[in-house]
């Protein structure tokens, strides 16, 4: 079963097997297409028809999902790395690391999963405190 797209915008696509209208792909506000069912349309669907315009929806949400996945990948990677970065500080220039957090160890990858936990409350509590 080959979909066909027809771009009527860049917010819309109508989409047709062979000559039969099946519906529209319509960008939401999350920025991905969505399918929209003709609702003349009567009958049922098959597994392989709907993995068919499943398959068109991913082939065309494809380069948004990888800007949206990056963008995810580096938050994270930054929130590890200001993570770390805290950690090694307070082992470093506090003297009161295992006062404060006797469970940890002192090594980044052993406490790390931890840490990531502690770390965000002390966001949270830099957040609703400025002196903090």
Known sequence: MEIKLEKQSDNLYDVWFNVKYLGRFVKEVDGFFH??????????????????????????NKPYREVVEEYFDQERRNREERSRVEYRKLINETGMFFEFYPNLTGDWEKDKLEWFVIHADLEDLRAQNGSF
């Open 35 to 60: 399918y929209w069912e003709d609702k003349s349309l009567n009958g049922s669907w098959s597994a392989y028809q709907l993995k068919a315009i499943s398959d068109k929806l991913d082939e065309i």
